[in-house]
Structure formats: C-alpha cells, structure tokens
C-alpha cells in the first residue's frame, strides 16, 4: 500500500483519477479595500455539496465565493475562520487562530494557509471551483437543538489575534457567519478506524451490479482520499481490496482504471461499469468513516479488437497492468525507409461558436491564446504539454508516431480587468460518455481537425455575446524562496 500527504490544493481534474497539486502562493487580484464585502459563505459536505445538518461534526465544511456564474464573489486575500454558538458570543474552535487561516483567490475560496497545523480541505465544486474547508476541531455547542455559526473573517487593520492564541478580535462589518447544525448524539462506531472495502468484478454483461458468476479481477489499484491523506491499495486474487481510515474521516474512494500492458491484444482496452457515474461523470464514493463501509464496489469490462479492429466485449477479463498494450504490429514495407520521420504533427483550430452548433461554420472568427493541452503516453511514461493558438486560431505541436493521445482544451478566463463578469463555455467538440470534449486516440501520421470552438458571456449577463470576449489565464504561483535555517545561538 502507498501512502502520501495531500497538501493544500487548487485542484484540477483529468478524466477519473484527480492528481493533486500543492498550491500555497496564489497571486491576488487587486481590489480597492474600500469595496464591500460581497459574495457568500456556506457550509457543505466534503465533496462541496451546500449541507446545514450534518451527522456529525467531522462531517462539517466550509466554502465560499459566487453562487452563479456572473454573481460577486468574495474579496482576494486571506482570511481567519471560526465556529461559535449561535449567539456568536461562545466560541467553540479549539485550536489556534493561525492554524484557521484559508485564501480566497478570483472570489473562491481555493485553499488553507498557514503552518503544519492548518486544516485539511474537500473536493473542490465543480460548479463555482470553490474548495470546501474542514471546521474540526470545535466544541459541542451549548444550544439545546445542535446550532453553531461558521465565521469568516477579513484579514483587515481591524483584525488581530488574542494574547491566548484561539481568540480573533474582529469587526463584524470584516465577517460573514452561517448557522449550521450537526448532531452529537452516540458514536455509532467509537473505534478509532473505520474499515473501508470493497470487491472488484468483472461485469461480464455491463448492467454495473455484481451477478452471480462474475468473477473478480486482481491487481487493479484503489485510490483511497480521507481527509488530508490518500492511499493507493490493489486488489488481491479475490477481487478484495481494504483499508483502515481514521473514523470520522471525509473520503472519496475511485477506482485507477488499468491498461491491460505488454500481455494485453493489440488495441485492448478497459472500461469501468460500476458505480453509477454521478452528473461529472465520475465513478467513485464519498461520504465520511463513521461505521465500516464493507460494499465499495468497482466493477470493469474489457473489450479486445475484432478481425475489422473495431472493440468487442471481452466474456472474460483481459490482462491488468499499469502500462498501455503493445500498438498493433506495424505494416511491413516494401523496402527499408531509413529516412522515415518517427514524429508526426497533431494540430487544429480554435474558433468562436457563434450560433452554439459545435461546428466551425464559414464566417466565425478565430480566437488566440488559448491553451490547448495535451497528453502523451509512451512506453517510456506519460507527459503533459501545452499548445496555444495564434492569433488565426491555429495551433500545433510535433509529437512522436506512436504515442497514445488525450487532446483538451484549458478554458479560459475573461480579462478581469476589463471583463471581471465575463465568462466562457465550451460547445465542441460534442461531449463523449463521460462528459469530456476532447480527442484521444494514437498517433500514427499527421492529424489535423482537432478544432475547439466556444461562446462566451459578458460580465454576466446571460445573452451570449456575437463576438469573443477577452482571453485571460491566471498567472502561474511564483516559486516559493527557501527560509534559511536559523543560526544556533552561541553556548
């Protein structure tokens, strides 16, 4: 079993499993301090679902930014957060004020700040791109019907910590607060773990349940989230997979869809049946580790190319490996070609969609500086590379013949200091069975057509606009500069 820390994040997702990157610096829009404090705060479960009862207090999160595209977010910078009665008099957090710090970044909330103590963080929602925050621990509130406040305070010149360290002395015009509730009645499961597995099937008919007779496939790796830690654990000749979290822990549990590798037919492939894809959709489990979670089941299909190469389902399971399989045998030539090129071109255009058909009609206009990404893999690994469009809206990048490709784009962002409102939604190519618009396939010579097209929306406003709005990324966090150790004092 590997295990490994997830520090605090802005994350991003690419298809099922989510590769989680550090982000501790963010760069801050600049915004007059005089501005009111707009936007929202809001409780919510750790997969970011709006949540005001809670079953326990583990359970407990908070987020904040705009509660639809175009609305006000919240003011950039750094803020404090707290939990207390819901007089607001009581407070109820137990640790230190600098352990309760998080930043807000393009009006979301997208991480904590802090030392080692800062608190772990959800899965970011998909809808506002704000990321949930833990409020554990606290107190139980002395209000006989279960109700606390959640706090959000302002970073301001009227801001300031306690001498005891856990006390924020604060404005209440620098603070935005939310009632919740959360229950404390008895432990359903007092041990300090709670057992969490499953069984991994091969769904021989494809209806995601787990028939008799489906036998169970070995050797496919588990991603386990709970709370700030994730595991990767694999399932054993029985299709078993387990492992013992801390009990009150968040988690989310997906299956790392395998290749079928060196041992699989030429142009074989894998596909997960089960669980049901949720609206993104992904396959996976949440929920929080109050009891053991015994029936966490993953369930795959193979299909092996026909004699046409067109995929057919496999009536029993392919090889399982982490590597792609073997390309198809490469047609002999008639004589040798030490000239030949071992790289091809992948290219395409990007262009606005006026009239939202998917199609780059005659008359649309081309849009630049959008950053078109692309995944390789070869058997000597995986890389990720970005390309962007010139101003005709073409873009294109040499790749070696061979190589599997993933080809997405990164939708942009409207200039906020033009356009702080405005917005952009993707309209082709036409979305695939599990939601993404993009192209995949293996390089074998030259490929162009790879197009993209968009519509955008100027600062809010629903009425699509008739030409591109600006196009904008935000700026890479700098590099953070090392602290030098402190120099011992002399004895």
Known sequence: MKNFKIKPRAIIVLFTLAVMSAANVYVFLNKASAAAFSGKIFTTTFSGQNENH????????????????????????????????????????????????????????????????????????????????????????????????????????????????????????DAKNEVFKADSGSCPNCAPTSLLAGRKFYDANSNGLSDPGEGPVEGVQILIIAGPDASVVTTNGSGIWSIA???????????????????????????????????????????????????LDFGNICFNPDAEGNPEASSSPCPVSDLPPPPPPPTPTPTPCPDCSTTAVLSGKKFYDANANAVFDVGELPVGGVQILVVLTTGEGT??????????????????????????????FTDPATEPNGYWEQTAPVTNEEGFRGYSGTVSEDQGGFNFGNVCFHDGNPTQSSTPCTVWYPAPPPTPTPTPSPTPDPQ
């Open 383 to 412: 890389t990720l590379t970005f390309a962007t469009t010139d101003g005709s809206g073409n873009w294109s990048l040499t790749v070696p013949i061979g190589a599997q490709y993933i080809i997405g784009e990164e939708q942009p």
């Open 245 to 295: 979290v801390p009990t009150g822990s968040a988690y989310q549990v997906l299956e790392i869809l395998p290749f079928t590798g060196l041992d699989g037919e030429p142009g074989s492939y894998w596909q997960q049946t089960a669980p049901a894809a949720n609206s993104e959709g992904l396959r996976s489990y949440t929920g929080t580790a109050t009891a053991d979670q015994l029936n």
């Open 54 to 173: 809670f079953s326990s207090k583990d359970a407990v999160y908070l987020s904040g930014g705009p509660v639809h595209d175009g609305a006000d977010g919240l003011p950039d910078g750094s803020y404090y957060f707290q939990v207390t009665g819901p007089s607001g008099n009581d407070l109820l957090s137990t640790d230190l004020a600098v352990c309760r710090q998080l930043t807000v970044f393009s009006g979301r909330i997208v991480g904590v700040e802090g030392p080692a103590c800062q608190h772990s963080t959800g899965i970011p929602d998909p809808e506002n791109g704000a990321t949930p925050v833990k409020m554990m621990p606290f107190n139980d509130t002395p209000n006989p019907g279960g109700n606390h406040k959640a706090w959000l305070i302002r970073k301001t010149g009227n801001t300031t910590v306690a001498a005891d360290g856990i006390h924020i002395n604060f404005k209440n015009a």
